[in-house]
């Protein structure tokens, strides 16, 4: 039998979900997702690319700033390691894109030692000034390394072939960005449950108390830095999938922050929060085009071209108001929501 | 029999074909895309572009459209950021199926939209960034219309040296990314075409507002002629630094600071700052541009023209030239191929005539010499379009 709060064996504490219900929902979803380039436009299929790199972003953000508690606005700077890498080994060096892909991981993993040695010493404010400045080295480099990344020109990615299809759109690009996600969404999900995950609440909660009870505070630091860049880097490499284009102004600052405002959007610390977070975030613009193009008497021409600052202004409004009302982001409404449904009729 | 039903069969297919016309094109409409900046700090560059849009397809629709056919342009915001640039380009070419592209935004931008737009055999008018990179390799759709900043320097430079250069070092200030490599381009050919003595050659970051470290070195190393590579706000700054630092310098610019709001940002300083551009800034073409437009837009739009205005009108006004003759039945490959041929296209005095009969398909290459007069706040020109 199935209770709210008492579980009957060890395993229903570990695992991801003991309600089929849940279960059965997240097959529906799943399959959804499956099927759903054959029902949505090339259009949609490319904001559902899009939102699939922001959330696979997105939660590796989760790992270092929600769960560990390092705010990096270094994201900029992973991704455009992640990308360059994919793109360079794919476009110069002809390499398969199934090499390139986990190549563009490993290369931000192995740049985030570089940021993660100071973060042993630094956190909050000091922290995230450290990793902007790490978002700018990177793009000196890119710029003035230009025997490598081609420099302010910029470079065409092209050639990413797996399994005979051509994986930078349509489709295929599709499946293999939702792959990338599922696979970082349970790999997330999997490592929060471990001693790992463990370790870093425990660092974010109050990391000198952490050490005291023996958590090495060096490994599990550079651990979270290595292991969300990874990830990060994997979101670049796909990123330089579908725009088939990067130079240094494709990573600008802007990534950085969005990446932290869909954590914070969707309800710190929480993975499936991240998800959410930036979801939402992807598809808000879109919304909000469509909802003013739906005006009523012409609403949208009367407006002219202020139509584009005035649909700037209701996306951050959005954000205000969420934040103002449930600071625990989309996860936190979620939760009460779902509350609601099982205890109606009783108050939540 | 058979073969008879058959020869039918291939004769309604054939026929077909040839009637089905390309995306966003129907009997009524043709439909043209345009991604730009419309928010953030540079939107008034995308807001003026979207302007001279507005108002060729004013001026076209006026006179009856493409063959009956009403021009119809849709725009989309891309905030100045490459990646929704691709996204803005998918949606216009999915949803709204247009049937080509003017509005192109900056060059990042334009590079990200071009896999997509080689992949849609879209006929393109790159008017807003020229820089090399869009036409080197060409793409058969492609078509840019402008001068490279390397020339629009150069044309400076040159100007400064011939008509009497301050005794002095020259100096050269310009962002670390492709388009200040441009910059530099043109300011080394022109120091060691004139043989100029070099000052310092500073490099700094899209963003950057602080330039006193900079214009002190400038000061330090005696600069007289500065190439100022900033735009916009940026600009400004240098020459708000120079002027504090009491430096008396003549001042070559990037063609953005053409355009009446930048001219206010740098007035100021008190400097009678060069710009060139591929596109009048001022005179009789650009008076009776202004004419025409009052019949289409506001009062307040009008204010708001610029030099961005005239790049779009020109690429809208080519592409439609282009359109109009392939006649009723009107492809992309038909527009492309006409384009390809253009020849002396007339802009009514805004540019030098387009032609885009060359390897490159580049036209637009001859700039002319502008000169702001602070007391008088306005342009003059100094040269008429040249070819550097």
Known sequence: MRTGHFREKPGQLIALSDSRTVWGWTLALLVALALAPLVISAYGLTLMVAALIAVVGAIALNILTGQTGLISLGQAGFLSVGAYANGILLADYHVPVWITIPAGGAAASLVSLLVGVPSLRLKGLYLAITTLAFAFIVNHVILYAEPVTHGPNGLFVNGARLFGFNVQKGPPLYYLALAMALATLFATLNLSRTRIGRAWMAIRDHDIAARAMGIDLVRYKLLAFVISSFFVGIAGALMSLQLRFINVDVFALNLSIEAIASIIFGGLGSVAGATLGAVFLSFLPEALRLSFAALPFGGADLLGNNVYEIRGIAYGVIIVLVLRFKPDGLIGMWRDARKYWSQWPLAY | ?388
Not at chain 2, 42 to 63: C, M, P, R, T, Y
Not at chain 2, 151 to 177: E, M, S, T, V
Not at chain 2, 361 to 370: E, I, P
Request: proline share 4%.
């Open chain 2, 1 to 388: 029999m058979r073969t008879l039903l058959a020869s039918c069969a291939a004769l309604l297919l054939v026929s077909g074909a040839a009637r089905a016309a390309d995306p966003g094109v129907t009997d009524t409409e043709v439909e043209v895309g345009d991604v730009n900046i419309m928010t953030g700090p540079a939107a008034f560059v995308g807001k003026g572009f979207s302007l001279g849009s507005k108002i060729a397809a004013a001026e076209i629709n006026a006179a009856g459209g493409i063959n009956g056919r009403k021009l119809v342009v849709i725009t989309e915001d891309d905030g100045y950021i490459p990646s929704r640039s691709f996204q803005a380009l998918t949606k216009l070419i999915e949803v709204d199926h247009i049937f080509a592209l003017n509005g192109t935004s900056g060059t990042a931008n334009v590079m990200a939209m071009m896999p997509l737009i080689t992949d849609n055999n879209l006929p393109t008018v790159v008017t807003e960034a020229p820089a090399s990179l869009v036409y080197n390799p060409v793409r058969p759709s492609v078509f840019t219309f402008g001068a490279n900043y390397a020339d629009a320097f150069y044309a400076q430079l040159k100007y400064i040296h011939d008509h009497g250069a301050k005794d002095g070092a020259w100096g050269i200030i310009r962002q670390d990314d492709d388009f200040g490599k441009e910059v530099e381009q043109g300011f080394d050919r022109a120091s060691k075409e004139f043989g100029a003595k070099m000052g310092p050659a500073l490099r700094f970051k899209k963003g950057t507002s602080n330039f006193s470290a900079e214009l002190a070195q400038m000061k330090e190393a005696g600069v007289t002629v500065l190439a100022n590579g900033g735009i916009f706000a940026g600009a400004a700054n240098i020459l708000a630094e120079a002027r504090k630092l009491d430096m008396d310098i003549q001042s070559a610019g990037v063609w953005s600071e053409g355009i009446p709001a930048s001219a206010r940002l740098s007035a100021p300083a008190g400097y009678d700052f060069m710009v060139a551009d591929y596109v009048s800034l001022v005179g009789p073409a650009n008076d009776k541009f202004k004419a025409m437009a009052k019949q289409f837009v506001s009062d307040d739009e009008l204010a708001n023209i610029s030099r961005y205005t005239y790049v779009s009108y020109i690429g809208l006004k080519t592409l439609a030239h282009a359109m109009s003759l392939c006649g009723k039945d009107l492809t992309r490959a038909c527009t492309i191929e006409k384009l390809r041929g253009l020849k002396d296209f007339d802009t009514g005095g805004l540019s030098a005539p387009v032609s885009f009969d060359n390897p490159r398909q580049l036209s637009g290459t001859a700039v002319g010499v502008y000169q702001y007069d602070v007391k008088a706040k306005a342009f003059k020109a100094l040269t008429g379009f040249q070819q550097y």
